[in-house]
């Protein structure tokens, strides 16, 4: 039985890599947007420093769940307080569901507190289509070299309830605690779940 687990863990792992745009290992690719206060981010600004993007739309209900009882707020803080640095990104299309002007996006991060460095206005979906964020949450880390060293779902609970969160593994909290202590990351890349981005 362990086998058979195994070996459908290691075909979820393929299926993740060959969806991914950006091959897990390798750099991430550079990217230029402006932020909900209407300042200018590159991710090459943050070089010597881990990033976490956070593909998000805040009208999904996988979205929702992390966010109700202040779960992904709570990660953001631990990791930014940490001296990483914490990038959502919006890439709904104007029109589609999640979409939200930088007044909106600012109102948002008050309201639900949140603890990132900046939320990323992507209406064009020209970054999301870069890294192939399929769903919201898609989450990606990025080592102070510019490596991509994780990318897939926020954890390994896939559902809407946010009574899972406590009980799921949180990837990108155990991605950057192996990556500060100098370990492999035992799942470096896994399939992300949610609702699909709205290019």
């Given at each position: 039985?362990?086998?058979i687990h195994r070996l459908l863990a290691?075909?979820?792992?393929?299926?993740?890599?060959?969806?991914?745009?950006?091959?897990?290992?390798?750099?991430?690719?550079?990217?230029?947007?402006?932020?909900?206060?209407?300042?200018?981010?590159?991710?090459?600004?943050?070089?010597?420093?881990?990033?976490?993007?956070?593909?998000?739309?805040?009208?999904?209900?996988?979205?929702?769940?992390?966010?109700?009882?202040?779960?992904?707020?709570?990660?953001?803080?631990?990791?930014?307080?940490?001296?990483?640095?914490?990038?959502?990104?919006?890439?709904?299309?104007?029109?589609?569901?999640?979409?939200?002007?930088?007044?909106?996006?600012?109102?948002?991060?008050?309201?639900?507190?949140?603890?990132?460095?900046?939320?990323?206005?992507?209406?064009?979906?020209?970054?999301?289509?870069?890294?192939?964020?399929?769903?919201?949450?898609?989450?990606?880390?990025?080592?102070?070299?510019?490596?991509?060293?994780?990318?897939?779902?926020?954890?390994?609970i896939k559902s809407t309830k946010p009574?899972?969160?406590?009980?799921?593994?949180?990837?990108?909290?155990?991605?950057?605690?192996?990556?500060?202590?100098?370990?492999?990351?035992?799942?470096?890349?896994?399939?992300p779940y949610g609702c699909g981005v709205?290019?």
């Amino acid at each position: 039985m362990k086998t058979i687990h195994r070996l459908l863990a290691g075909l979820l792992a393929l299926s993740a890599t060959l969806n991914a745009a950006v091959e897990t290992g390798s750099a991430a690719p550079d990217f230029t947007l402006a932020d909900t206060a209407g300042t200018t981010h590159s991710l090459s600004d943050f070089k010597g420093k881990y990033v976490v993007l956070e593909w998000t739309n805040h009208q999904c209900p996988f979205v929702v769940k992390h966010y109700k009882n202040g779960d992904m707020q709570a990660v953001q803080k631990d990791l930014t307080d940490d001296g990483a640095v914490w990038l959502q990104i919006v890439s709904s299309a104007e029109g589609k569901q999640g979409y939200i002007s930088a007044e909106k996006g600012e109102a948002l991060r008050k309201e639900k507190a949140m603890h990132s460095t900046a939320m990323l206005l992507d209406g064009s979906g020209e970054v999301g289509k870069t890294y192939a964020a399929r769903t919201t949450p898609h989450m990606y880390l990025i080592d102070p070299e510019g490596t991509l060293i994780y990318q897939g779902a926020i954890d390994s609970i896939k559902s809407t309830k946010p009574s899972d969160v406590a009980k799921a593994t949180n990837y990108v909290k155990a991605a950057y605690a192996s990556a500060l202590a100098g370990e492999p990351i035992e799942a470096a890349t896994t399939s992300p779940y949610g609702c699909g981005v709205k290019y």
